[in-house]
Each structure stands twice: as C-alpha cells, then as structure tokens.
C-alpha cells in the first residue's frame, strides 16, 4: 500500500494536480496492489477521465472510472484473465462465490492453473486449535466484479426470456415510499420465476451444481442479479460487494439517495436460517442501514414450507426479512 500511495504522490509532485486520499485507498482496495491494475487504473483517472488539471480527482471521479472500468474500458490482461476463467476450470471459479472455505493446494491442478493466471490468490485461516488452513481467495475485488460479471452472462445470459415484470407494473410499491421497498421487488421476482414455469421454462435446467445434485448458491446470485438489471437496471445502480473475497456476495441497490441490501443464500436446514437472520442484521449495521432482505434459494416448491420459512425479525433495530424463493 505504501508503493501505491508513493507512486501516486509522485504524480502529484510532478503534474501539480490533486488526488483525494480516498481515491488511492480504493484503488489499492480494488487492485491489492497488482502493479499492472495500479497503473491501468492512474491512466484512466489521470488521463482518460482526467477532470482538469485545476479539479481534484475525488471519489466521484473514482466512481465513475470504476463503473467504466467495471463496463466498458478495453484492458488485453483483463479480458485475457476472463477467458481463462470461462475455460476448463470454470466450475471451480462458480464455487468460490458460494463458498469461502475452498482448499488452496498448488498439486490441484484447477487450483494452480487459476493462481498461476492471476485468478485466485491464497488466503491463510487460523482454526479453533491454532491450526493454519490455507483457503483460496480471489486476486482482487476488481477482478472479482469483472468475472461476477462475465459468469452472469456465461452462464444466464444477456437476455430475460421474458419480460422481467409485468408490463402494467409501474413498481410503484418499490419506490414510492420512504424506504425502497425490497421485500416487494423480491416478490416480484419470485413471481418472474412462476411465469417462467407457466411457459415451460426451467432456468435452472443443466446449470452447475454442487456434489449433493443441489444448485449452487452462486446460480441463484447470478440469475437474481440479472434479473434486477433488467428490472430496475434503468432507474437504479445494482452493485455486487465482495466482503471476504470469497463465498460472500450481497448486492446494494441504489436508487437516487435511497439504498437497500439483498442478501442471497441457499437453504441448508433450519438452524442455519436463525444464523442468516444474524448475520444479515450484524452485516446492515456495519453499511448504516436499518433494513436488509435475505433472498433465499430452498431446493422445494411446498408452499406451506416456503411461507414458514419465510419472516421478518427486529434484531438491535435492524428489520431483517427472509424471503424464500422455490429453486425446483
């Protein structure tokens, strides 16, 4: 981070133009220092999105040479990296974003091949007994949006084979209240995935699945983000947040100065349900929000169930609300 910071300064100290402090945080926060992303990253602040030599490069400026880069900027190293990602090995780079505690052993050959690539790094743990575990991470947030990105259009592609809501549906229950109204945006996705079914449509049909046939957690993640952009896409901002680098996906919704949180997870059994609740209210308190949903895959379609399982909870002031979404 010191090199980050140093090479930055010098930039400063040579071109008279300021650099908000904030700015080469998130820049090795998104990189982890991988000089090749550190250096395509000044170029596009100092250069392509350069706002003027008498304005300071701020976080506004960042923000948009995120999404830029997240989107629509050319980088041969990056597009490289996805393609490798995209190869034989790609189930394995699905399962780190269901799952934080995947092995990291460079004899694996799945494992050493991503490493070697620039895809995935190597985490140390410490268990209960003080033993060391070495799980796999991946190299940086920014590659781990940009392959989240390109997973979702490999493996749900680019298109709703249907429309995403109903085309009378102004979401007015979403959006004109105080709050944005996630519980009712997740129910309209349920409601997407039962017209889905009317049509004969099995989105889940050949899609990657964890050892005991259940789906991945990932897929459900993948197709409810692509929904959300073909929903809401036009008036809002859907943003994948990576917290552990691995496993942990939550998607922020912006909406002008209204935010939300949806936490996906997949069904496992009852206890696990309390723990989500849990840790959904701990992770909203940390982000200053009071609200945040949990959208959870269950691998049956009994209504009965689905609606026990789903609830809403108070837990130090947070609302939490579990909706369960039938993945059959």
């Known amino acids: 981070q010191e090199e980050v910071i140093d090479l930055y300064q010098q930039y400063q100290d040579e071109s008279g133009q300021k650099i908000a402090d904030e700015v080469v ?43 830029a880069a997240v989107y629509k900027e050319w980088n041969n190293s990056v597009l490289n990296l996805i393609k490798k990602a995209k190869g034989e090995y ?10 934080q505690n995947v092995s990291f052993t460079i004899d694996a050959d799945w494992c050493s091949y991503l490493y070697l690539n620039g895809i995935i790094d190597e985490q140390v743990n410490i268990d209960q007994s003080g033993k060391k575990n070495y799980v796999c991470i991946f190299s940086s947030p920014f590659i781990q949006r940009r392959l989240y990105n390109a997973l979702t259009v490999s493996i749900i592609g680019d298109r709703m084979p249907i429309p995403s809501l109903d085309p009378l549906d102004e979401l007015a229950d979403v959006f004109e209240q105080k709050e944005l109204n996630i519980p009712a945006l997740i129910e309209k996705y349920k409601d997407y995935l039962k017209r889905l079914k009317a049509r004969g449509i099995n989105p889940w049909k050949e899609q990657p699945r964890r050892t005991d046939l259940h789906l ?27 917290p552990t680098g691995n ?21 496992i059994d009852a206890y696990q349900v309390k723990e989500s609740i849990l840790q959904a209210a701990n992770y909203a308190k940390k982000t200053g929000l009071n609200e945040v949903t949990v959208a959870m895959f269950a691998p ?24 369960t979404i039938p993945w059959t």
């Open 300 to 323: 049956f379609d009994d209504e009965t169930i689905l609606e026990k399982l789903s609830r809403k909870e108070t837990i130090d002031s947070i609302k939490v609300t579990i909706i």
């Open 216 to 242: 991945t957690e990932a897929v459900g993640n993948f197709h409810l983000y692509a929904w959300l952009q073909n929903a809401i896409g036009r008036r809002c901002v859907i943003s994948p947040e990576f």
């Open 90 to 99: 790609q189930n394995y780079v699905i399962e780190l974003f269901s799952s």
């Open 25 to 67: 945080e998130k820049v090795f926060e998104f990189t982890r220092g991988q000089p090749g992303l550190v250096c395509w990253f000044g170029e596009l602040l100092t250069e392509t999105y350069n706002p003027g030599i008498e304005t300071t490069i701020d976080i506004n400026v960042w923000e948009d040479v995120f999404e």
């Open 247 to 267: 496993g942990k996906v939550d998607l922020h919704i912006k909406c002008g100065e209204k935010k939300g949180i949806i936490e996906v997870k997949s069904f």
